[in-house]
């Protein structure tokens, strides 16, 4: 949240809040290209430098996986 944002967002996943491991995220564009790539831990800030668009957010936990879009607007 928020979705649409300027480029900066929070990530805070109520489900994963027991898990003690650190869950890989992934960003790509609607070309499949990666392009971001960082570490969630139980509330994350993500901030880029991404142009506007939309994206679709990864998140990998095990064989656990969350997918969302999002879109960037400034």
Known sequence: YPN??????NLSLNQFSSANSEMKYSVTDLFGRV??????????????NL?????VLQLNLGMQSVHTNFV???
Request: net charge negative; hydrophobic share 35%.
């Open 35 to 48: 392009v971001l790539t960082g570490i969630y831990h139980l509330h994350t800030t993500i901030e880029t």
């Open 4 to 9: 649409p944002n300027a480029g900066t967002f």
């Open 51 to 55: 142009p506007d668009g939309i994206y």
């Open 72 to 74: 960037i607007a400034r």
